[in-house]
């Protein structure tokens, strides 16, 4: 048995020094924004940690008045059970929370392109999951320079050195989830370095023309 990831296109996943968050036909304009806090997931679920999220952004909000957050994704359940009583995540957790709606923005699915500009604009990129598949998402985002604050839970340690190439905190903790997103807020230096090192490790390890030509070449065997 031979494990070979897919490979990641570090390519087209790259840092966009000082890029700047602007989508039309989203009504989005995120160009004086200066602290975006990004989320991923293909929908919004307990799996992958939409809930402490929430919980997150609403401690965030009160503590940095400034800061505007981009989940992208869809309001459903890819993993686990839904609500017994037909009720998303999302809502769920909008009613549950006191929220300033003018500073989060849910995009939807987005196509490549524009996801690619969320995580090039992104200050800090927020993933959590409980021990199962790790989200391509996570890599794509390393591989574009972001700065990961994410669970620390079995799958996420496989690819992050708790501080070296990104943060692990406790899943079931938006307190601490929050304090490690100001810690990187507020050290831009040690933010450059996080990003910068979490681009070597997919660059070296999950390089797609690398992994393909290990693909082939297990083949040939």
Same mark, same amino acid.
């Given at each position: 048995?031979?494990?070979?990831?897919?490979?990641?296109?570090?390519?087209?996943f790259?840092? @966009?020094?000082?890029?700047? =968050?602007?989508?039309?036909? #989203?009504? +989005? *304009? $995120? %160009?004086?924004?200066?602290?975006?806090?990004?989320?991923?997931?293909?929908?919004?679920?307990?799996?992958r940690?939409?809930p402490?999220?929430?919980?997150?952004?609403a401690?965030?909000?009160?503590?940095?008045?400034?800061?505007?957050?981009?989940?992208?994704?869809?309001?459903?359940?890819?993993?686990?059970?839904?609500?017994p009583?037909? @009720?998303?995540y999302?809502? =769920?957790?909008?009613?549950? #929370?006191? +929220? *300033? $709606? %003018?500073?989060?923005?849910?995009?939807?699915?987005?196509?490549?392109?524009?996801?690619?500009?969320?995580?090039?604009?992104?200050?800090?990129?927020?993933?959590?999951?409980?021990?199962?598949?790790?989200?391509?998402?996570?890599?794509?985002?390393?591989?574009?320079?972001c700065?990961?604050?994410?669970?620390?839970?079995?799958?996420?340690?496989?690819?992050?050195?708790?501080?070296?190439?990104?943060? #692990?905190v406790?899943?079931? %903790?938006?307190?601490?989830?929050?304090?490690?997103?100001?810690?990187?807020?507020?050290?831009?230096?040690?933010?450059?370095?996080?990003?910068?090192?979490?681009?070597?490790?997919?660059?070296?390890?999950?390089?797609?023309p690398?992994?393909?030509?290990?693909?082939?070449?297990?083949?040939?065997e």
């Amino acid at each position: 048995l031979k494990v070979l990831h897919d490979g990641v296109d570090v390519n087209f996943f790259t840092p @966009q020094p000082q890029a700047k =968050l602007i989508i039309p036909s #989203l009504n +989005l *304009d $995120l %160009s004086q924004g200066e602290e975006i806090v990004t989320y991923v997931a293909r929908g919004m679920e307990p799996y992958r940690g939409f809930p402490q999220f929430m919980e997150t952004v609403a401690i965030l909000q009160s503590r940095r008045p400034n800061c505007h957050f981009v989940i992208v994704g869809e309001d459903r359940v890819a993993y686990g059970k839904t609500l017994p009583d037909g @009720q998303t995540y999302k809502q =769920l957790m909008l009613e549950k #929370l006191s +929220l *300033d $709606l %003018s500073r989060i923005h849910f995009t939807g699915l987005l196509p490549y392109s524009q996801y690619l500009q969320v995580l090039q604009a992104s200050s800090v990129h927020i993933y959590l999951t409980r021990p199962f598949v790790l989200s391509w998402s996570m890599l794509e985002a390393m591989a574009t320079g972001c700065v990961i604050v994410a669970s620390d839970t079995p799958p996420v340690r496989e690819i992050i050195n708790n501080g070296e190439n990104g943060l #692990l905190v406790d899943f079931f %903790s938006p307190d601490k989830i929050a304090d490690k997103v100001i810690e990187v807020l507020e050290n831009p230096d040690y933010k450059q370095t996080l990003g910068m090192t979490a681009r070597e490790k997919i660059v070296t390890s999950y390089n797609l023309p690398q992994l393909l030509q290990e693909h082939l070449q297990w083949l040939l065997e």
